[in-house]
């Protein structure tokens, strides 16, 4: 005679039971980017990256990509010492 050989019902994983207000909100790349350039001096392509970690081509990509494209917002490019420097208005503020 054969005996099967039977297993014991696998334990549940344990789960921490998180709070929701325990839990902050994630921060995106992209809000990250914006509130670096909502300053008034706004941000190089340089800095931008260093933030977050992209190439500069990468962030040029996206403001002209993703940023550009957004209604609510207007990204300013200046020049000054050799470098560009990118800031965001309001829509508001680019036609007063």
Known sequence: MTTKKTRAPAAAPATEQVSPEAKAPRETRSQTLVALMRVEAGATAADLGAAIGWQVHSIRGFIAGTLKKR??????????????RYRVVDRAEVSA
């Not at 209604?71 to 560009?84: L, S, W």
Request: glycine share 8%; aromatic share 0%; proline share 0%.
């Open 71 to 84: 209604t609510d917002i207007t990204v300013v490019a200046e020049r000054k010492d050799g470098a560009t």
